[in-house]
């Protein structure tokens, strides 16, 4: 069975900074390109930050560049999203998806989702 779990969310300030862990199981991720995505209430899915399987690119909207960093630890089997100068707006239930489509095209989810974590930044 495949898998996906994310784990990392919870309460932050304004300013502050969160690690988000997506840690598969069932498959090994590192043979996919893997993107993180978010939902905001009513409002749509986004991605907002892939990394790429083939040579690790890894791609940002411009709504999280230079504040977010994915990451990948194979030992683990598990993608990092490190959140930092967290603002109001990143509150969002954040989700991770493997085989994504991961480029200057854009960020997609295929084929593996993981049910998500809740991230609230406080004012």
């Known amino acids: 069975e495949v898998q996906l779990v994310e784990s990392g969310g919870g309460l932050v300030q304004a300013g502050g900074s969160l690690r988000l862990s997506c840690a598969g199981s069932g498959l090994t991720l590192d043979e996919y390109s893997v993107g993180w995505f978010r939902q905001a209430p009513g409002k749509e899915r986004e991605g907002i930050s892939c990394?790429?399987?083939?040579?690790?690119?890894?791609y940002y909207v411009d709504s999280v560049k230079g504040r977010f960093t994915v990451s990948r630890d194979n030992a683990k089997n598990t993608v990092f999203l490190q959140m930092n100068n967290l603002k109001s707006e990143d509150t969002a239930v954040y989700y991770c998806s493997a085989d994504t489509l991961c480029g200057s095209s854009g960020i997609y989810g295929m084929d593996y989702w993981g049910k998500g974590t809740l991230v609230i930044v406080s004012s």
């Open positions: 990394i790429s399987a083939s040579d690790g690119s890894t």
